[in-house]
């Protein structure tokens, strides 16, 4: 079920998204206040504070040693990314497409970012980090080769004074130009060779790595603004609620 997730809630955004756009083709004002209308709205507020679930035990130690030996925190983060996708797309359902109240509409414009931040922020910061170990992993094996390539350079004394000269920014950009590839006519690539085409191979990997770091850390600042945000909402459906009991539903009763 795991690796069919990202299919799964991507399908799920997608559904969001049209529904969200139907606005514009379709609008239903007496859908919110019918029984079938009150039961997605009940439904969808329910499913909002699932997502809380994986939140807090993440954040309590005692209470996350307790639960994972039955849950672990993987299938937990799965149920909280289904309900946050599933909760507004119920929502937008419930809502009938009456968008008519500033309270309304403010609910549900928090809704839709609050989910399409999660997906983005999940699936692309989960992209970031499986590269990044990928990258380190490939510069350690280029950094072994190197010193390898490097041990053949001190025994060729020739080859390691054409790569002196070399060392320049604008130099090692004519580089290729003046380094041999073979060591003899159909002999193996030359040490200095192999040293400057490592070398370049170094540098690029190093350099993506550090644009990783520098996107990591931009999703770290993401996962805040996402808290923010999902509080906001909170916020915003406990108003929801407690105006739906005081002008409605206390009068049934």
Known sequence: MQE???PIVTGLVLLLVVLTLGFYVH??????GSLTGGVLGISAAALMLVPLVYLIIKRIP???RAVTPAVSMRTLLAIHIYAGVLAPILGILHSGHRFQSPLGIA???MMVIVALSGFVGRYLMGQITAGARDQQQLLSGLRREYDRVADDLVQSPNQAATLRPLAGFFTRLAAPFFVRDRSGPAGPPSAAARALRLSES?????YAIKSHDIAKAAFGRWLAC??????????LLAVHVWSVWYFGIRWLT
């Open 4 to 6: 069919r997730e990202r």
């Open 27 to 32: 609008r239903d004002p007496r859908f919110p």
């Open 62 to 64: 005692p209470l996350k």
């Open 107 to 109: 609910l549900t414009t």
């Open 202 to 206: 170094m540098a690029d990997v190093e």
């Open 226 to 235: 996402h808290i923010v945000i999902a509080l906001v909402l909170y916020a």
